[in-house]
């Protein structure tokens, strides 16, 4: 398996430190708010390299952290807490944030066919495992008190800029200078690792440590939780490369000065979901879309993986509704055919070889998923029998999760959704028709705006009003 690690900047082979297992993790959502169409695609990214590496034969332990403590609204330790942000945002508890929009996450899970994480531990959970890992750092002299929060010492680790590729220089300037101005930090690119002071008094979640109350930095979990579960060294961490820097470098800073040897061997980093002429698709701006939105205007989530899988992890995505209409009919197209595959005969074992063999080798060329999707419409084109082709399909469903084997049930919900929506549209349109009659212009508006909400678009014209999707 070839596989391209952040941390050499370069395609290697990949090996497990132990022969036909992987030990795999991720860093999961800071749930203060809904996943957005993007952190899911990076979540898709990695679903199709843990089920590559299954496909290929490892035995594969992940493990996810949910953030819902100590992730504030910069990644350079600035700013208020995301979760009491959103705790205030909707007049609830940190707890109940984070509860609600866990629950929500795994939902989108479910919806996208994404396998779930072997281990799933909430940061909140594990608090004595971070003041322990923060008391070694102190005893071994990584970490020091300032002011009175605890910072890691980044001048002590001479390799502390290799994941992300940077000089000091460079660092110096990204990093911002903000920090806490009162915090006497002895380097501009030290974290937090434990805060007890805080600019923000209302912090609702706190425990007490050895420095007093306070509540653990962002990075500590992810370091912490991974050696928790898998071990000393782990095989592959996950993440989006935004969070190459600082977290992925601050989690190796910390990992390896607890642990006083290398930790983790290959970097996978998924490049983001863009929007045209706005960049990267995020949370704290607000604007964002989400899978259950995307059903609301009548998509299926699975279209949305299909889209995914069309483009390679390690390059930005746009997305547009444009795109996404031409994939949800390539999609719908895709299923019909594979709907109408027979059952006549036997497999040809042969032939059954040889498109597996071609379909695992463009996955193990470091996750090409859209040459993967080549293979399988060149198995629907092949010349061999249908029973063939239907079984090479079922085998790579198991990677691509795209239902392909469940297309008449799908294309039947498909219909039955569209007339359901179609009878909705004319019952709002004759409702707006009466308004109008009536001379309630702000009702006839408002419903405009209800189906337009919907993406259906309204134009009256001599012959009554019709509709069309946006
Ligand atoms: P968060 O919930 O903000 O902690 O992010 C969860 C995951 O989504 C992280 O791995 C991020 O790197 C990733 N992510 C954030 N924004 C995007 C985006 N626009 N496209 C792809 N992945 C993203
Ligand atoms: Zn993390």
């Not at 050499?8 to 497990?16: A, H, N, T």
């Not at 002590?156 to 903000?178: A, C, F, P």
């Not at 979640?205 to 939780?225: A, D, N, V």
């Amino acid at each position: 398996m070839q596989l391209y690690n952040t941390s050499s900047r370069q395609i290697e082979e990949f090996k497990p430190r132990e022969e036909g297992k992987v030990s795999m993790y991720t860093c999961g959502p800071t749930v203060y708010h809904f996943a957005h169409i993007g952190n899911l695609r990076t979540y898709i990214c990695e679903d199709m390299l843990v089920k590559t590496l299954i496909y290929a034969g490892y035995d594969v332990k992940r493990v996810m952290n949910i953030t819902d403590v100590g992730h504030l609204t910069s990644d350079a330790d600035t700013g208020e807490d995301k979760m009491l942000k959103g705790a205030k945002r909707e007049h609830k508890t940190v707890l109940e944030i984070a509860d609600y929009y866990t629950k929500v996450f795994f939902e989108d899970f479910s919806k996208l066919n994404i396998r779930m994480p072997d281990v799933i531990e909430p940061a909140t959970h594990c608090i004595p495992e971070f003041i322990h890992m923060i008391e070694v750092l102190l005893e071994k002299g990584y970490a020091y008190q300032a002011g009175e929060n605890i910072y890691f010492d980044t001048s002590k680790l001479e390799k502390y800029y290799t994941l992300s590729n940077h000089n000091e220089e460079d660092l110096r300037v990204g990093v911002r200078d903000d920090v806490d101005e009162d915090s006497n930090k002895r380097n501009k690119t030290d974290f937090v690792l434990w805060f007890t002071k805080s600019k923000f008094d209302d912090q609702e979640l706190k425990w007490e440590s050895p420095w007093g109350r306070g509540y653990p930095g962002w990075h500590i979990e992810c370091s912490c939780i991974g050696i928790k579960h898998l071990g000393e060294y782990m095989d592959i961490h996950c993440g989006g490369v935004d969070n190459i820097f600082p977290h992925h470098t601050n989690e190796i800073a910390q990992s390896e000065a607890f642990l006083g040897h290398p930790w983790c061997k290959y970097w996978f980093h998924v490049h983001h979901l863009v929007e045209k002429d706005k960049g990267k698709m995020s949370k704290s701006s607000g604007e964002f879309l989400t899978v259950s939105l995307l059903q609301e205007k009548g998509y299926d989530p699975i279209a949305y993986r299909f889209f995914c899988l069309q483009s390679h992890y390690r390059k930005p995505l746009e997305f547009s509704y444009e795109v996404l209409d031409q994939m949800s009919a390539a999609y719908q197209k895709l299923l019909k055919r594979v709907s109408e595959l027979k059952e006549d005969g036997a497999v040809d074992e042969a032939v059954f070889a040889d498109f597996r063999k071609k379909f695992t080798d463009a996955l193990t060329d470091d996750i090409n998923t859209s040459m993967a999707i080549t293979v399988l419409y060149d198995v629907l084109k092949a010349d061999t029998n249908d029973a063939t082709k239907r079984a090479l399909v079922a085998s790579f469903d198991e990677v691509l999760s795209l239902d392909l084997l469940k297309g008449e049930e799908k294309l039947a919900q498909a219909g039955s959704v569209d007339a359901e929506l179609e009878s909705w549209i004319l019952e709002r349109i004759d409702a707006r028709k009466a308004a109008k009659k009536a001379k309630d212009f702000a009702q006839a508006d408002a419903i405009r705006d209800e189906l337009l909400a919907k993406g259906i678009v309204l134009e009256d014209t001599r012959e009554g009003t019709k509709w069309k999707k946006n």
